[in-house]
């Protein structure tokens, strides 16, 4: 189990030790990023690559940078295929084909992943955000627009979407 928090045009204030509030969820490592646009924090649970699984994980160009929680049970044959399109790959985490999926395939890339996921991409050149979750739910995904309606919020645990003071806290 692995943790994530992230905002867009929303700040939430000392937002490196917020992150660290998700612990219990990913004790081995904690990667945050933050600009004025964004705030990514993720909690790492070394399960796949124990050593370049290091998220949040950024693109080649850094056009995308993508948090994910969860495990994509056919990544090394999406790898595979990837791979005979000139993709090369750094690690061998399902975190980094996931990425490269989503690059690749835009959305289609949901068709073609099996697993269990949460997952946050953010396309720096459009100032776009996207957010999926499988299709059971096994990878919880919760967000909220914040309380000054310009920005989102999203997180893996919907308590720390409410101690973050962004958001509402009535349904």
Known sequence: MCGFIGTVNQ??????SFVKQLSHR???????????????????????DLKNGTQPIFSKNKRYALIFNGEIYNYKYLK?????????F????????????LIFWGNDCLTKINGMFAFALYDFKKEELTM?????????????ITNNNRGIVYSSEIKTLIKSNVVEKDI
């Open 11 to 16: 700040t939430i204030p000392n937002f490196t």
């Open 26 to 48: 990913g004790p081995d490592e904690q990667g945050v990023y933050e600009d004025k646009k964004i705030q990514l924090g993720f909690r790492r649970l070394s399960i796949i």
């Open 80 to 88: 595979k295929i990837l791979e005979s399109k000139g993709i090369k």
């Open 90 to 101: 750094t690690t061998k985490s399902d975190t980094e084909v996931l990425l490269e999926s």
């Open 132 to 144: 999926a979750r499988d299709r059971f739910g096994i990878k919880p995904l919760y967000f909220s």
